[in-house]
């Protein structure tokens, strides 16, 4: 009775420990507090366990027995230790989030130092711990449990692995042991595990989108637009990357028979300053969910007498003159060029033009959005100047967006909506976002029904887009097959993944 109690008691433990994991319920906060919830369960699991069983008699050994199961949980910690510094022990415990929320809340695929042998050396080494100190009814119950425990938080683990790393963490699981390191144990993975995310099917693998699958049309709303309404199969659903935190969950649904993936760029309620938006993980997990084209919706200050305040432009060109994001998937370890000579999708811009028409919306095709940094407005100097270069709007959004769209092989088109003239113009000496928002309502609502009227336009494309969207990394990728970094071609499987399968 003791032992079954006991016994529940980790299977509590364990269900909420892997339940909760990687959730960001609390942003920055999240590991830290998932920490605390952990370590408070198992002080108490710890506690019942001690007064249950903790005043029986130890077991009757041999001392050689004895000793070598010393020697077993001393091995356990020795493991346990040389491997911490293997780990990026902030990110683990939560410091790193509270200081960089922008960075990925887990570190990236490791397969160095320990790693080379096993693939989860912690875990190894917990186990000999736990089994080292079963000299008694209480340590042999422990033992159980907790191994019990971590064989099935180890296959759920690897569940998100594989959907987050793909083939590069497939190849490393046939290549490396869990545990044990003279034997690959294929250990199995359970049919479901909580909290895996719905972008893993069967054994592992990750659906990833491209040019020839089903249009999914994804549409990044900016200020103003937190929300799509007349969806049908409407569901929330938080989606993760390699890349870090999202702005906020993604809303799935269908509008007139085409599937649609919806995200607000700032978080519902407009948390996100500009310079904070995690593009990379915003565009990345839109590929994860299916996105094939993704329409941006953004509100812009106009550079252009002949543009005011309510117009639609259909951007074409951009001058990116923000500086402190960071602007590529690729990295040192796997290197791409892609051409931004056309920074948006002609033939989505045919279907957003063909919307606007039909749905009575005065749509100018073609513009050049200048992105600045912000979060500040621009000065009249600087307005002037962008004047001069022929710009014709002016926001803070749409790069690195639409350079990470080109990346990942997506159809981008972005819908500029004029909220304002910008500080040159005489009669609007400076800008203000109240004035703004009064815009935006307005503009909001015709925003909406461009994507009502454009989402069954989509689903016409029987092919990847002629405009070579989705193609976009063919010839991109510079670096050598033996150079490159498994890490990071691991992070990049949705991203690049139909190039570096091949
Ligand atoms: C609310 S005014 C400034 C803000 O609005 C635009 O955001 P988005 O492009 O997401 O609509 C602009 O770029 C600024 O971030
Ligand atoms: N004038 C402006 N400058 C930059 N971003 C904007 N978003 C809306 N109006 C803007």
Request: charged letters at 20%.
């Amino acid at each position: 009775m003791d032992h079954a109690a006991y016994g529940l008691a980790w299977l509590v433990f364990g269900l909420t420990h892997s339940a909760l994991a990687g959730r960001t319920w609390f942003g920055r906060w999240s590991r830290i507090v998932y920490n605390v919830i952990a370590t408070l369960q198992f002080l108490a699991v710890a506690a019942l366990g001690a007064k249950l069983l903790g005043d029986r008699a130890v077991f009757v050994m041999p001392e050689l027995a004895r000793w070598s199961l010393g020697v077993v949980h001393l091995m356990g910690w020795g493991i346990v230790l040389a491997s911490a510094r293997f780990y990026d022990l902030g990110r683990l415990g939560g410091l790193t989030q509270l200081r960089h929320p922008e960075l990925a809340p887990d570190e990236g695929l490791r397969t160095d130092g320990p790693h080379a042998r096993l693939r989860h050396p912690l875990y190894a080494g917990a186990f000999l711990i736990l089994w080292g100190a079963a000299l008694s009814p209480l340590g042999l119950a422990t033992a159980c449990w907790g191994s019990l425990y971590l064989l099935i938080g180890t296959a759920c683990e690897e569940h998100r692995l594989l959907r987050r790393y793909g083939e590069a963490y497939a190849e490393y699981r046939r290549r490396v042991p869990a545990f044990v390191p003279w034997r690959g144990l294929p250990l199995p993975l359970p049919p479901f595990c909580p909290n895996t995310s719905p972008a893993t099917k069967g054994k592992g693998e990750v659906i990833m989108a491209d040019g020839h699958s089903t249009p999914v049309l994804g549409i990044i709303g900016g200020s103003g637009v937190y929300d799509i309404d007349g969806l049908t199969n409407k569901e929330w659903r938080r989606i993760e990357s390699p890349f870090g935190a999202t702005s906020d969950e993604f809303l799935f649904g269908e509008l007139n028979g085409q599937k649609l993936v919806f995200l607000p760029r700032h978080g519902r309620g407009h948390r996100i300053p500009p310079s904070e938006l995690n593009f990379r993980a915003n565009i990345d997990a839109m590929k994860r969910a299916g996105v094939t084209e993704i329409l941006s919706v953004s509100a812009v200050g106009s550079l252009k007498e002949e543009l005011p305040p309510g117009t639609f432009v259909i951007v074409d060109q951009f001058i990116d003159r923000t500086f402190a994001r960071t602007k590529s998937f690729f990295e040192t370890g796997l290197v791409a060029h892609v051409s931004m000579a056309h920074p948006v999708c002609g033939r989505l811009g045919d279907l957003v033009e063909a919307a606007a028409k039909e749905a009575g919306i005065i749509c100018v095709r073609g513009g050049t959005y200048l992105v600045m940094e912000g979060p500040q407005f621009s000065t009249q100097a600087e307005s002037n100047l962008y004047r001069q270069w022929g710009c014709d709007v002016i926001g803070m959004t749409n790069m690195p967006e639409a350079k990470l769209a080109r990346e990942a092989e997506m159809c981008y088109a972005s819908v500029a909506m004029v909220t304002d003239y910008d500080c040159w113009h005489p009669d609007h000496d400076a800008v203000t976002v109240d004035a703004i928002v009064k815009v935006l309502l307005a503009n909001a609502d015709r925003a909406r029904s461009l994507v009502k009227t454009v989402a069954p336009k989509v689903t016409g494309r029987k092919a990847p887009c002629a405009k070579g969207c989705h193609t976009a990394l063919d010839n991109a990728i510079i670096t050598h097959g033996e150079v490159r970094d498994p890490a990071v071609v691991g992070r990049l499987d949705a991203v690049a993944g139909r190039v570096l399968k091949g």
